[in-house]
């Protein structure tokens, strides 16, 4: 079975563009959670979808935005770029049923001049 | 105050030694714990999942739960140079529809 697929992999953007990154979960998961990465704060939750619908949201501006499609892809978007906004994002998926196990894409390395 | 503390380490160990990583979390309805490793430009690969307190253990690795203490601990026997990685801590309230909350990492070196 294919992994949690993230594109692109790295991005050069600068201050101000705004920018989407996609996520392909498993085969099967109906639920997508995106989270930022950076060394100081760690992994912080930015959203949740599951069946197309937002479940979840974490503490970030509304620059910070997503959607789920009817096939569970899932698109983050991040407009009005700023340097902090320089991180990982990672993409995880899991059935949204009753387990627990979240499993990672390899994430999209976002860097902001 | 953060919902989950990790040390970050970095720690850096023997091969051979046993290692140590613990987590500490202020939200008593933490039911479900999970380890995650994350190598280098990688995306983290889930180890362990453990429900409430006790052990769990999975080849070379243990992973304990002390509700009353709000602690969590990973043991690693046997440590291997393979080891070295960042490692995550993670938990929840709930097995569905609850944001996972983690900690922020320690990093691992076995030294050969």
């Known amino acids: 079975k294919a992994g949690v697929t993230q594109t692109p992999r790295y991005l050069i953007k600068t201050r101000g563009q705004q920018v989407t990154l996609s996520c392909s979960p498993i085969?099967?998961?109906?639920?997508v959670s995106w989270y930022q990465q950076t060394p100081g704060q760690g992994l912080q939750f930015l959203f949740e979808y599951f069946s197309e619908t937002q479940r979840n949201k974490g503490n970030f501006p509304g620059r910070f935005s997503g959607r789920q499609f009817s096939n569970s892809r899932s698109e983050m978007n991040v407009s009005t770029l700023e340097l902090g906004d320089s991180a990982l994002y990672l993409c995880?998926?899991?059935?949204?049923?009753?387990?627990?196990?979240?499993?990672f894409g390899p994430g999209t390395r976002l860097t902001v001049l | 105050q953060k919902e989950v503390e990790q040390d970050p380490g970095p720690l850096s160990v023997p091969e051979g030694a046993i290692v140590s990583l613990n987590c500490t979390y202020s939200n008593s309805a933490f039911q479900y714990f999970m380890w995650y490793r994350q190598y280098s430009r990688k995306g983290p690969e889930l180890l362990m999942y453990?429900?409430?307190?006790g052990n769990k253990e999975d080849g070379r690795f243990t992973a304990q739960v002390d509700k009353s203490s709000k602690y969590i601990s990973l043991f690693i026997r046997d440590s291997q140079p393979s080891d070295s990685a960042t490692y995550l801590c993670a938990m929840s309230p709930s097995n569905t529809g609850n944001q996972f909350y983690f900690g922020t990492g320690t990093s691992l070196t076995v030294i050969p």
């Open positions: 995880a998926s899991r059935t949204g049923l009753n387990t627990d196990t979240q499993y």
């Open positions: 085969s099967g998961h109906r639920s």
């Open positions: 453990t429900y409430s307190s």
